[in-house]
């Protein structure tokens, strides 16, 4: 795929995405208010089955939908009923109802629905019976054009699901060179979670701040600010640290995003020689055009 049809993909994915890698707060129910949320990699490792699915019938009591690939675990039949009309009336206010348009597709997240009774004759009759994992969390919309972005995605963290920690760790760090959007912001997201980053990555994030996706930009400064922050950038790494810096300086000072400015000046804030970046943080505390940014500055400034 071209680089610009893999940008049409990311902003086509977006409000998924963002859906998905930021974490959508759901009730249950079956167990109530649930306060985790979940990034991409998260809910692949954590369903029991993952399914790319195109939707027979979504106006029946479970939606009917017609498997078309297994990418974790195996389908127990090619038709699939999935339980999801609780999740609308337990639904926060403002939140979107759950809908399956017929012929739709979609990748599901899913969970066994109904297993737990005890008569052997309820447990069969509900073996093609799932239920979207985390509720609207639990499903992504495969896009009509750039299809096979999200799930090459999803196949791939599948495979680093089943690797070892350690074996992960380093197949997420690999990911930050992978042309695919989808698991570029996932790798970014799950790093910074896992809060170890390593200052040998950052000839790596120095490259995702030219990113024409904002997310990316963000993320790779979040992960930057944890290195910055660490104490761990010995003499090996000193050279790649100062130009990272200076690119965060450069987003710091002339991204077009609002967003991304501020996430800059919160990664310059994190470097470890202060005197360094207190000259800078004053000049965009008085002169940038937006007042989140200014405030940050401020606030960094004000920080012993």
């Given at each position: 795929?071209?680089r ?6 990311a902003l086509?994915l977006?409000g ?15 167990f109530?208010?649930?306060?985790e ?25 479970y939606?009917?939908?017609?498997v ?32 399956f ?11 066994p629905?109904g297993r ?10 509900n073996?093609?019976?799932?239920t ?5 969390q639990g ?12 799930l ?14 350690s074996s ?9 060179e992978s042309?695919?959007p ?6 970014l ?6 809060r ?17 996706s ?8 979040r ?20 130009t ?11 991204d077009p ?7 800059a000046v ?26 989140a940014v ?11």
């Amino acid at each position: 795929m071209s680089r610009r049809g893999r940008r049409h993909c990311a902003l086509a994915l977006g409000g998924s995405l963002v859906a998905l890698l930021l974490g959508i707060r759901e009730g249950s129910p079956q167990f109530g208010p649930v306060p985790e949320t979940l990034n991409l990699f998260q809910l692949v490792a954590r369903s029991d089955l993952v399914v790319h699915v195109r939707v027979r019938s979504g106006s029946l009591k479970y939606a009917i939908v017609d498997v078309q690939e297994s990418l974790k675990g195996t389908s127990p039949f090619p038709v699939l009923r999935i339980a999801f009309r609780d999740f609308n009336f337990t639904r926060a206010a403002g939140t979107d109802a759950i809908v399956f348009p017929d012929r739709q597709e979609e990748i599901l997240f899913l969970s066994p629905y109904g297993r737990t009774s005890r008569k052997k004759k309820d447990r069969d009759k509900n073996k093609d019976l799932f239920t979207l994992f985390k509720g609207s969390q639990g499903r992504l919309t495969v896009p009509g054009e750039g299809r096979a972005v999200p799930l090459e995605a999803v196949r791939r963290l599948a495979e680093i699901g089943r690797l070892d920690p350690s074996s992960q760790t380093e197949a997420l760090e690999g990911l930050l060179e992978s042309p695919n959007p989808i698991l570029l912001e996932t790798a970014l997201t799950e790093i910074e979670r896992l809060r170890d980053p390593r200052a040998p990555l950052l000839s790596r994030l120095i490259g995702l701040l030219a990113s024409p996706s904002p997310p990316i930009r963000i993320g790779s400064l979040r992960v930057m600010a944890q290195i910055f922050a660490s104490g761990r950038i010995g003499d090996d790494s000193l050279d790649a640290a100062q130009t990272a810096l200076a690119g965060v300086l450069e987003r710091a000072r002339n991204d077009p995003d609002e967003e991304v400015r501020t996430q800059a000046v919160v990664s310059m804030a994190a470097w470890p020689n202060r005197r360094e970046v207190q000259g800078e943080l004053r000049a965009i505390a008085g002169t940038d055009k937006a007042q989140a940014v200014r405030y940050e500055a401020e606030r960094a400034l004000l920080r012993p």
